[in-house]
């Protein structure tokens, strides 16, 4: 079974209407993190978390919160959506050992904001 | 920050040829990792490669840290090869790179 699940898969949204992506693990790591990712380019790093109760800023976290109320879940909210924030949004958990951290991705959620 | 320069952008084989696939980036990383992303989106991690090298199948991985590169070896490709490989460099938090979409003929 999967072990990082994302939902929904596909969101429309209209400007300056309040999305919420969800993501939850099975895999008991401590670290998850939200990326985004636009066409032809890598994943950049929105908001990430080292266990329940806290939430990081990454390296693109204007017009984004997050909130990692348990250690399964972690949300990415867009209070107020903008066409620029039209991506594919991926969550991964990570296992945290040591300086190296293997990463697992969700299957990400294509968000279009018309 | 850390930045990541993958090359070659784009690479086209023939199947059963080999890809060598680079990586680059700015500060000396704590962890190097490979990843696949398929055409349909998913991301599956290859390897985890800090330093030297590492082979797993048909994928060597070398790290030369004190150069800041690191290249992916594929031998002998498959057409179930073809997708992005995307290299991610870890300096506190995972920087990507773009990516090489490999593509192979069969």
């Known amino acids: 079974e999967a072990a990082v699940t994302q939902s929904p898969r596909n969101k429309v949204a209209v400007t300056g209407g309040k999305v919420t992506l969800s993501c939850n693990q099975t895999n008991n790591h401590n670290n998850m993190y939200w990326y985004r990712q636009d066409t032809g380019h890598g994943l950049r790093l929105i908001h990430y978390s080292y266990g329940a109760g806290s939430t990081e800023k990454g390296d693109i976290p204007d017009g984004y919160k997050a909130s990692r109320p348990s250690q399964e879940n972690f949300s990415l909210i867009l209070e107020l959506a903008t066409p620029s924030q039209t991506s594919v949004y991926f969550c991964a958990s990570g296992d945290g050992t040591g300086g190296a951290d293997t990463q697992y991705f969700g299957p990400g959620t294509r968000l279009l904001v018309l | ?106």
Do not use: M
Request: a positive charge; one cysteine or more.
């Open chain 2, 1 to 106: 920050g850390q930045q990541v320069q993958q090359s070659p952008a784009s690479l086209v084989l023939q199947e059963g040829e080999n890809a060598e696939l680079q990586c680059n980036f700015s500060s000396t990383a704590t962890q190097l990792q490979w990843f696949y992303q398929s055409p349909g989106g998913s991301l599956v991690s290859l390897l985890s490669n800090p330093s030297g090298t590492k082979h797993t199948g048909r994928l060597t991985s070398t790290t030369v840290t004190k150069e800041r590169r690191s290249s992916l070896h594929i031998s002998s490709s498959q057409t179930t090869d073809s997708g992005t490989y995307l290299c991610a460099s870890r300096t506190g938090k995972l920087t990507f790179g773009d990516g090489t979409v490999l593509t192979v003929k069969p």
